[in-house]
């Protein structure tokens, strides 16, 4: 008989939950919430604890401002408690504790993984396999390239078996150790599209998005990870310095894998066409705005000057953005990419259930914003039409391309077709009544992009409307610094309403502009795209 100790145990950890609350300076503080807790809890926790002063903050979860229910946070949630826009101030003293401070007050596990639903064996082996190497004294070691703070963590053997990256440690982000700084958490990162701090959950939704491992994107998870290898930066730590206890982060955890170079060590006229066009999928289904060659890692997989290869996408931070913008899609004039797909590609792509992946991604990763959300229901949709239709990966990836003619950008074909679906909602929802335009800020948006929609037969055809872009003329990469990007389509700006409408319309349009496109065999997209990218 169990005994009654037991089971007030067992109630008493029902009823509290595990949450990680993160400032918008990056310092992490793991925290037992009781069911009556609310947001007033939590900052007068985050104030004691932290010192973190907490008058006039904010405490949200993905797009749900938290005003005090927390009912709708499960365990193992990251939460965000950031300034209000009106009262920050670059020039205000940050008062954010030391390090020392940090751990002292925070003894959780060395590595704690995040918002784990499912099933997440893989992944507490992996972490398992890290832990031990740690307490035996096996130190992870920087990544020396790319923009943003990474690390390889090691086995007991001494082999790298995970990569980490801090989502404070992210260009731009208050604790970037190579000097990209200047914002915090929450605001426009590299891409306007992609706020800082948020690359990290985007990793994993490419992880939980490639179903069956059919691109083979390696194992990711959303940790809280503790080590005095994270960089701190003086403003943050408040000039103290960095004791070998460490301190806490948010970050993503990606498994390692060994390989012999990436694309762009090599040509690319060795890569199987299964794996570009696998890569290629993927990458179109969650708008990768960041697909250059660094991120595609190339193993051997037999001898010989002419052995085969395999090919593995990593760096999926730059993904599913919050508004339609221009892509880089490194594959796009691969000749593997103007190869039909087969037929097996086909059935998978005919397989795919967008309503499935977003209930998927809005339980696993419930702080993932609802615009990145239908960017992935778009895109998918998108891609199985034009797989229909018989368009090969390179017509789907210049469908979804701009194009960059000296100080002029053009709107891609795909956001032609959503700009008339948009104009056509707009003049539906005018005659039938169903949607208050001072409500609205689709609307608005809608009437502002008005004078750039061209109707669907008119998609590769005829002038498009244009506006101002970089400098130089070219496509610029994410690397380069460049000022904020026009948004020809907000899907944020609908309600729910015109958002079922605007997939009606989008769905009746683009069947008509792909068979267009198909019978006139126009290639819109000979010109090269200039531009390395990002490598995080």
Not at 1 to 13: D, G, T
Not at 254 to 264: C, E, K, R
Not at 334 to 349: D, G, H, M, R
């Amino acid at each position: 008989m169990e005994s009654p100790i037991s089971n007030k145990m067992s109630v008493s950890l029902l009823n509290k939950r595990r949450v990680f609350v993160q400032t918008e300076n990056g310092c992490v503080l793991g925290m037992e919430l009781e069911r009556k807790d609310d947001a007033h809890t939590v900052k007068r926790r985050m104030q004691l604890t932290l010192n973190v002063p907490t008058a006039e903050t904010s405490l949200t979860f993905g797009d749900i401002l938290l005003n005090n229910d927390l009912s709708a946070i499960r365990t193992d949630s990251p939460l965000l408690l950031t300034k209000n826009l009106m009262h920050r101030s670059s020039s205000t003293p940050c008062l954010s504790p030391t390090a020392n401070a940090l751990q002292q007050k925070d003894q959780s596990n060395i590595v704690e993984i995040i918002g784990h639903s499912g099933d997440f064996t893989e992944t507490k082996e992996l972490v398992d396999e890290i832990v031990i190497a740690l307490r035996s004294n096996i130190e992870p070691v920087p990544v020396n390239g790319g923009l943003g703070g990474a690390y390889y963590f090691k086995n007991l053997n001494g082999e790298s078996v995970a990569i980490v990256k801090p989502t404070d440690e992210e260009p731009f982000a208050p604790n970037n150790p190579k000097g990209f700084v200047g914002k915090v958490l929450g605001q426009p990162g590299l891409k306007q599209s992609v706020k800082v701090g948020e690359t990290g959950f985007r990793e994993v939704a490419a992880y939980l998005l490639d179903h069956d491992h059919f691109a083979r994107v390696p194992l990711t998870s959303l940790v809280k990870i503790t080590h005095s290898i994270f960089n701190l930066n003086d403003c943050v730590i408040g000039n103290a310095i960095q004791n070998n206890k460490g301190v806490s982060k948010i970050a993503s955890l990606q498994q390692f894998i060994p390989h012999d170079f990436d694309a762009s060590d090599h040509g690319s006229s060795r890569f199987p066409v299964a794996d570009v066009h696998r890569i290629g999928i993927l990458d179109v289904r969650i708008f990768n705005t960041d697909r250059h060659a660094g991120n595609i890692l190339v193993s051997k997989v037999s001898d010989g000057e002419f052995g085969r290869v395999e090919l593995v996408p990593i760096d999926h931070g730059l993904c599913l953005p919050e508004c339609l913008e221009d892509p880089y899609f490194e594959w796009i004039h691969w000749p593997q990419a103007s190869i039909p797909f087969s037929e097996t590609e086909l059935e998978y792509i005919k397989s795919l259930d967008a309503n499935f992946d977003a209930k998927m991604l809005r339980k696993e990763l419930p702080m993932i914003r609802e615009a990145c959300i239908r960017v992935l229901i778009l895109c998918t949709s998108f891609l199985k039409e034009a797989a229909t239709f018989g368009l090969c990966l390179a017509e789907i990836g210049g469908m979804m391309s701009r194009q960059f003619r000296f100080s002029d950008q053009e709107p891609s074909e795909l956001e032609v077709i959503c700009l008339e679906a948009m104009k056509q909602v707009m003049g539906l929802s005018d005659s039938e009544e169903q949607i208050d335009e001072k409500d609205s800020k689709f609307a608005k948006s809608a009437m502002v992009n008005q004078t750039r929609a061209l109707s669907y037969n008119q998609v590769g055809l005829g002038k498009k409307g244009r506006v101002k872009a970089c400098a130089n003329g070219v496509r610029s990469s994410a690397k380069e610094s460049v000022g904020a990007p026009t948004s020809f389509v907000k899907v944020t700006d609908m309600n729910e309403d015109e958002w079922r409408l605007f997939l009606m319309k989008f769905k009746e349009l683009v069947g008509p502009a792909m068979a267009a496109r198909k019978i006139s065999g126009i290639n819109m997209r000979n010109n090269p795209r200039i531009g390395s990218s990002c490598q995080f």
